[in-house]
């Protein structure tokens, strides 16, 4: 045990010696880092500028030609017409939905059945997800109203 607590102690301050290596050399690359940098890009500037006028003198640039100023027409005013939203699908949601709220007493399973021409399963789905929603009450089992 105490073999193993001395080598601990030992790996903790070669560890300690070597954060503080790291951290003494991140300092002097911060330091040398921009002021490296900066003279580097203008000795380039520079020296490429050098090159360029001993090979060819440099000529004077034409000077632009303005475009055309071109009228601009007045338009008689056209009436926009709206675009209309475009239709959206109805979903069994809505054909359920729909079929109760058109009733002030509710509808019984049964006769969502006959008008909605739906299988027992979609329409237990959707009064399902319609309470859920909080659009429907169940009065009584098997009858369902607008809320």
């Known amino acids: 045990m105490k073999k193993l607590k001395d080598q601990l102690k030992s790996i903790s301050r070669s560890l300690s010696t070597l954060y503080k290596q790291v951290d003494k050399a991140l300092k ?3 330091k040398l880092k921009p002021a490296k940098a900066a003279p580097a890009r203008k000795k380039k500037v520079a020296a490429k500028k ?7 003198p440099a000529k004077k ?3 632009r030609k303005k ?3 071109r009228k601009k027409k007045v338009a008689a005013k056209k009436t926009v017409a709206k675009k209309k939203a475009p239709a959206r699908k109805i979903t069994v949601l809505d054909t359920v939905f729909n079929a109760i709220k058109r009733t002030k007493k509710g509808l019984t399973i ?17 009064l399902y997800k319609l309470s859920n929603k909080g659009l429907i009450v169940a009065k009584a089992r098997g009858l369902y109203a607008k809320k």
């Open 28 to 30: 002097e690359v911060d």
């Open 67 to 69: 475009a055309p100023v």
């Open 61 to 63: 640039a034409a000077p």
């Open 110 to 126: 049964a006769k969502l059945k006959e008008k909605t021409k739906l299988n027992p399963r979609q329409i237990s789905n959707a």
């Open 50 to 56: 050098t090159v360029a006028k001993k090979k060819a």
